[in-house]
């Protein structure tokens, strides 16, 4: 039974985390003026393929028809946390903004120059870190 749990826990897990982290970077960047609701569904939807290819492309020999299956629910949780932190954020009117709160900013490059520094830094960290132990 415990084997039975892991497992399915590794089933989802996996797909869930994938899922995570690629809608976390996507959120930056797509559907920037969408409103809430089908922005979430961009982000999320493109980080459900993501998962999928990977467990399509890269999974478990013969086991790879789960993959697709397998991402559904945690796209799902995560499709449901993007859409209520987007809703949070959503002002209909921009002339009902309250004095001192700035929107934020729509121009998709900018979060994508955020991302790829982001990841430039990580590399960066990495590199330092090889170099330092003398490989």
């Known amino acids: 039974m415990r084997d039975a749990l892991f ?3 590794l ?3 996996i797909p869930f985390v994938i899922i995570a982290f ?6 930056y960047f797509v559907a920037l003026n969408a409103p809430p609701t089908r922005r979430a569904a961009w982000t999320v ?4 393929v993501v998962a999928s290819a990977f467990w399509l492309f ?19 949780i995560a499709f ?3 859409r209520d932190d987007f809703r949070r954020g959503w002002i209909d009117d921009s002339d009902g903004v309250p004095e001192g ?3 934020a900013n729509t121009d ?3 979060g994508l120059l955020g991302v790829g520094l982001l990841i430039a830094v990580a590399a960066l960290k990495v590199f330092l870190r090889q170099a330092s132990a003398g490989r």
């Open 11 to 13: 089933l989802v897990g």
């Open 80 to 82: 449901w946390w993007w």
């Open 108 to 110: 998709w490059r900018i």
């Open 58 to 76: 890269g999974g478990p020999e013969g086991d790879r028809w789960e993959g697709p299956f397998a991402a559904i629910p945690g796209a799902l």
């Open 101 to 103: 709160v700035e929107l």
């Open 7 to 9: 497992i399915g826990l």
């Open 22 to 27: 690629v809608s976390w970077l996507l959120h």
């Open 45 to 48: 939807g493109i980080a459900y």
